[in-house]
């Protein structure tokens, strides 16, 4: 059975580019959100084996809503998903429960390792 993932991102085109990284990959994409707090939502709601997270995104953060999950989910594997230039964040990321990171523009080969990495 394939591992499931919620793909989290504000700008649809980024959720689209990352799903058909993913579902060529043989994952699941069981859900998309466009922020932190509709990810906490989904997170509950399908329980997915892997959560890719925006960082920058309206209302509530990736940060945040990493925060949010891991309060709850302390087993939620979370892989951030950063532009270039964003280390500062990626260390919040990280103290808000983060498992790893993906950069923006996305090269599927990374991405599809990141996720390997964590949920195999």
Do not use: W
Not at 34 to 62: C, Q, R, S, W
Not at 104 to 120: H, N, S, T, W, Y
């Amino acid at each position: 059975m394939a591992k499931k993932i919620l793909v989290v991102d504000d700008a649809m085109f980024m959720r689209k580019l990352l799903c058909d990284i993913v579902v060529k990959a043989g994952y699941e994409v069981i859900a998309e959100a466009g922020n932190g707090e509709e990810a906490y939502h989904k997170y509950k709601e399908f329980l997915p084996d892997l959560v890719t997270m925006d960082i920058t995104m309206p209302e509530v953060t990736g940060i945040e809503g990493a925060a949010k999950i891991m309060q709850e989910f302390p087993n939620a594997k979370i892989l951030m998903v950063s532009a270039m230039g964003q280390e500062s964040m990626v260390i919040d990321s990280v103290k808000a429960g983060a498992k790893g990171f993906i950069v923006k523009p996305f090269v599927a080969d990374k991405v599809i390792f990141e996720i390997q990495k964590l949920i195999g």
